[in-house]
């Protein structure tokens, strides 16, 4: 069976970056925003929404499909379609090769391969740090709404686990490892982790 | 300044022997019952009475102090003598050298020492399993009393906590890494472990 680590992390906490790390540190592949444009190119949908249904809820107001604007009626069964493909494709994921995958609830989806889940968090001063060093050109948010944003988007994380019928997002009894970013430097950590992982592993071969 | 690594734990989730093979593998000096001991030593009360007070919590009945039985009403003052002994010899511990320290609040009474602070945890079933190999041969009990003196063990060190102003304990935001060590051979995790945190103190340099 392959080896796949998930990472969760809090919106800001540098689970992405930590991700990226390991997995080249490993040799795994890397999934993030991958699965999204997966989903998009299998349905059809825009990248933007199929990630607004997934990890950013869905807001009852009409939304971008396509090119066209889909009415409110068909909201469930487009949930549904992305929901199952989603879970189609992070199957296929997982039965390509050892794989790190962040977010995309694939802690859930994945959970008969076993894997070691991990869950990143920080202080929100330490949050919104990186959240002003990330910024593009446009993004000019102050402290309080960064704040704001980080706890939406968590939120809304939360609520897709929810959805997957899982109410253990975040929960540390739930992950392997809870890792605290707000006093480390994510790249001198990567090696100790990348073994650390490892010998989880041993324990499931 | 020395460095300090606290370990918090589930009852029965491994922290002591993870606190014990990193003070081997990293040379640190390792505390645990050996801070009872010492105020034992120094202010002539049983160790088992000062454990009752700075880890199980007390309860309002006779209790043994030294070879005399103390009254109820002197109880306050003994818990204040308790916990200024226990802090001053925390702070002792931390000036000596490098070092571990198991439960007993260093956490919260080291704070100015920026220790690194790990909590350990672990599932029900697997804390109970943990307990039934521990336990001596006078020690018989079923799953489900394990399970109550679990979670009596655990309040009582939440309470601890609260009692020195900190509440907390078991909180994972409060933490620099929380381990889960359900599914992990706790001996081969080590040296990880210890790598890790190394690199966790470098950022306090």
Redesign the interface.
Known sequence: MNKIITISREFGSGGREIGKRLADELGYAYYDVEVIKEISKEIGMSEEYINNISERGVYPIAFHFGKTFASLSSLQTKQTEIFVKQQEILKKIAKKGNAIIVGRGADVVLKDYKPINL?T?A?MESKIKRCYKKATKDEILNDKEIEKKIKKVDNNRKKFHDILGNSNWGQ??Y??????TS???IK??I??????IQ??F???K
């Open positions: 869950f968090y202080s540390k009894e992950y392997d490892l809870c890792i605290n006093n480390i430097e001198s950590i090696k100790p982790l990348a073994n650390y010998e989880c041993r324990r499931y």
